[in-house]
Nanobody, 125 residues
Framework: QVQLAETGGGLVQAAGSLRLSCTAS????????MGWFRQPPGKEREFVAG????????YYAESVKGRFTISRDNAKRTVYLQMNSLKPEDTAVYYC??????????????????WGQGTQVTVSS
């Protein structure tokens, strides 16, 4: 069983920045593909960004490309989401997720095996 804990959410003004962190409870962190999702108020959970197990390859939703950066530090068992140029429409609960299938590219919620509890990000205009 993998436990994921997100930190770093909060309230920020539009055009500001935040960095989210997600730390895993397992030593074998490098075997998990990792992703970030978000759920805006009244909407479904949506893919934001993903990173391969090696940390070399990353991929993004079009809505955040060029503004958000996902990265991971396997030694620290942590995945990060650096969010710049934030917009009010980025307001959501942000979740990190881990996949144990052995493959790397996942953008659907059902492809992930473990989820964090979520952290609120609110962007004011």
């Amino acid at each position: 069983q993998v436990q994921l804990a997100e930190t770093g959410g909060g309230l920020v003004q539009a055009a500001g920045s935040l960095r989210l962190s997600c730390t895993a409870s397992v030593r074998t962190f490098s075997r998990y593909a990792m992703g970030w999702f978000r759920q805006p108020p009244g909407k479904e959970r949506e893919f934001v960004a993903g990173v391969f197990r090696s940390g070399i390859t990353t991929y993004y939703a079009e809505s955040v490309k060029g503004r958000f950066t996902i990265s991971r530090d396997n030694a620290k068992r942590t995945v990060y989401l650096q969010m710049n140029s934030l917009k009010p429409e980025d307001t959501a609960v942000y979740y990190c997720a881990a996949d144990d299938s052995g493959s790397d590219y996942h953008t659907r919620t059902y492809e992930y095996d473990y989820w964090g509890q979520g952290t609120q990000v609110t962007v004011s205009s």
